[in-house]
């Protein structure tokens, strides 16, 4: 199974079993020298920086890429409660951190009930056992931030 992850506090359709601990990645890049002359000229006619947008796109696949590797290494089967930050570094540097909660999962088994065939008839006096379908989303979940 590959990492999941997740902006929830949980893994849709999966039960949190065991939280690891607190993964994180980040990469800290700079402008290219050539892109932000050219993103300079950009400024002034309007449009999208497509070097910028480019640039921070490879950045959070590089530091999701990184908190990954650090996920598997915990035997994690899931990130969940996955956050980005970014900050400024140094003049023409930034960091792109992200971060969640490692954690062990199991699928929700979907239980299959049944329900009684009616006959049209009201038997009040019958002991029959009515289940209702609990929707996974409804159940109880484990709270990996305490």
């Not at 065939?117 to 029959?128: E, I, K, L, T, Y």
Request: avoid cysteine; charged fraction near 20%; hydrophobic fraction near 35%.
């Amino acid at each position: 199974m590959t990492v999941q992850l997740s902006n929830l506090e949980h893994l849709p359709n999966y039960q949190i079993t065991e939280r690891l601990d607190v993964v994180y990645g980040s990469t800290v890049r700079s402008k290219h020298v050539g892109k932000d002359l050219f993103a300079g000229l950009k400024n002034i006619v309007g449009g999208e920086l497509t070097a910028y947008t480019e640039l921070l796109e490879e950045s959070r696949q590089e530091a999701i890429d990184r908190m990954i590797v650090k996920a598997e290494a915990l035997g994690a089967d899931a990130v969940v409660g996955l956050r980005f930050s970014t900050s400024s570094i140094a003049q023409g540097a930034s960091e792109l951190f992200v971060y969640g909660t490692a954690v062990k999962v199991a699928p929700i088994s979907q239980q299959q009930y049944q329900n009684p065939q009616s006959d049209g008839h009201n038997h009040s006096n019958q002991n029959v056992s009515t289940q209702t379908q609990v929707a996974p989303d409804d159940l109880p979940r484990f709270n990996p931030f305490g």
